[in-house]
């Protein structure tokens, strides 16, 4: 495995893989890599020539500046585990390697994507994704680029951002990684007490549920109720519980065939925030 720490390097390398006809898979991270970044990890290997894993924990996308200093750092675990799977080249780059002095998120609208539920707790998250995805997509310049679905409305985020701003790359969404109690594997997922890694289960459990409600027939709003319900009796606390189309990400009133449609949760286990989704 090769490591770099500066894009002026990595572009030419990586063009001149290109240049002989390779193909590049890409994995952006903020690191703390567990099996839901290696399973994405593995998918572009299979899929590509070539391999490249992006560590870099994004200053642009925390509102909280508290929840940046606390990210997990976990660097050397993590080139470990990135050539025990066979990654070819790791990007580790400083935020002066990406960012200006000075400089700021870019501003972007994105038809409304970017202010419903993520958004709307978190101002500004979405203008510091899709500035530092944009920037490390044209410093990698991949055929791919391979995404959880944990992250769904991310995923959307990202896919808007490549068409504005014309970047020539397939974004790949792939499936929630979970642990076998059905809990989606998440970096926060090490801060969490013994207590609450017990008990968090409970969200997924939530949101099958939830499925089997609509399978049954109830509408939206009573699915929506059942959930709010349930949390009110669990030791989580719920932030916010969404059903809506794929595409706008708005709430919608009835399940319609035609109409791909998902449940995004979020809730505290003590002050980890965890989030999750189901399509239903």
């Known amino acids: 495995m090769i490591v ?74 993590d080139i470990e585990l990135l050539t025990s799977i066979g990654v070819d080249y790791v990007y580790l780059p400083s935020v002066a390697d990406l960012y200006t002095e000075g400089e700021v998120a870019k501003k972007y609208d994105f038809g409304g994507i970017e202010h419903v539920m993520e958004g709307e707790f978190r101002p500004g998250h979405f203008d510091g994704v899709a500035t530092v995805v944009g920037k490390l997509l044209r410093a990698v310049n991949p055929n791919r680029a391979y995404f959880g679905e944990k992250d769904f409305q991310q995923i959307r985020i990202v896919q808007e951002m490549v068409k504005q701003e014309q970047i020539d790359v397939t974004i790949v969404p792939m499936p929630i990684f979970r642990a076998e109690t059905g809990l989606a ?34 509408t939206p709003a009573e699915v929506k109720a059942y959930v709010e319900e349930s949390f009110a009796q669990s030791p989580f606390e719920l932030e916010y519980f969404e059903i809506t189309d794929e595409e706008k990400l708005q709430p919608i009133s009835t399940f319609k065939s035609d109409v791909k449609a998902r449940g995004f949760v979020v809730a505290y286990a003590g002050d980890i925030r965890l989030i999750d989704n189901i399509q239903f």
């Open 185 to 218: 594997l998440s970096s926060r997922n090490m801060r969490l007490t013994p207590e609450n890694l017990e008990a968090a289960p409970f969200i997924f459990q939530v949101l099958k549920e939830a499925g089997e409600l609509k399978n049954q027939g109830q």
């Open 4 to 77: 770099f720490t500066e894009k002026e390097k990595l572009t030419p390398f990586i063009q001149n893989l290109k240049d002989e006809g390779k193909t590049i898979g890409f994995l952006p991270t903020m690191g703390a890599l567990h099996e839901g970044h290696l399973s994405l990890a593995k998918a572009s290997i299979q899929e590509n020539d070539y391999t490249v894993v992006s560590i870099f924990v994004n200053p642009t996308q925390f509102n909280n500046l508290e929840d940046l200093e606390k990210y997990p750092r976990t660097e050397e675990k």
